[in-house]
Antibody, heavy 121, light 106 residues
């Protein structure tokens, strides 16, 4: 079964750091672009970041540019999101999402259940 | 690119037809997807490239449009279809989602 499983969320003080992990199974990670999408409590979906299949090209939302870093470990089927200088407005459920296909990598075909990040003092 | 979905809420009965709109602030060609999100669950891809159903999506779901105006139609609402629906474009970075339409039971 194709699935992704996020972990690493938690409560952190504003200005702090967290690293989210997404473990992929049932497919070859290196074949697909991967993304992070977040959803603040009671709000809509917000794209955060995407990384291409090989890891050499990344894109970020303006709201996280310079603070968040997406990376991947293809041999071990893991996607990461390093989050630094966290702000209260980063509080959200963070989803890991698999690109729909090799030609539609920036549509999201498989989603995890999410990991909650709360930035609060 | 800003995606504006309307209406914000659609109140309908099972068996009725639902028509959801997504308007882009500039052309996204056909690079638009629709997702369904049920309460407490992750989103699910329904439609990609404006009109193509993803694997396993029932035929009652259909998408249409190109350029700036798009429509998701549910031909006859089933009880499990009452949920939030989001559109998303991949024409330009940053990727963006619409604000969502809630389809609720009347």
């Amino acid at each position: 079964e194709v699935q992704v499983l996020e972990s690493g969320g938690g409560l952190v003080q504003p200005g702090g750091s967290l690293r989210l992990t997404c473990e992929a199974s049932g497919f070859t990670l290196s074949t697909y672009a991967m993304s992070w999408v977040r959803q603040a409590p009671g709000k809509g979906l917000e794209w955060v970041s995407t990384i291409n299949e090989g890891g050499g090209v990344v894109w970020y939302a303006d709201s996280v540019q310079g603070r968040f870093t997406i990376s991947r470990d293809n041999p071990n089927n893991i996607l990461y999101l390093q989050m630094n200088a966290l702000r209260a407005e980063d509080t959200a459920l963070y989803y890991c999402a698999k690109g729909f296909s090799s030609t539609h990598g920036s549509f999201f075909g498989i989603w995890g259940q999410g990991t909650m990040v709360t930035a609060s003092s | 690119i800003v995606l504006t979905q309307s209406p914000a809420t659609l109140s309908l009965s099972p068996g009725e037809r639902a028509t959801l709109s997504c308007r882009a602030s500039q052309s996204v060609s056909s690079y638009l997807a629709w997702y369904q999100q049920k309460s407490g669950q992750a989103p699910r891809l329904l439609i990609y490239d404006a009109s193509n159903r993803a694997t396993g999506i029932p035929a009652r779901f259909s998408g249409s449009g190109s350029g700036t105006d798009f429509t998701l139609t549910i031909s006859s609402l089933e009880p499990e279809d009452f949920a939030m629906y989001y559109c998303q474009q991949r024409s330009n970075w940053p990727l963006t989602f619409g604000g969502g339409t809630k389809v609720e039971i009347k």
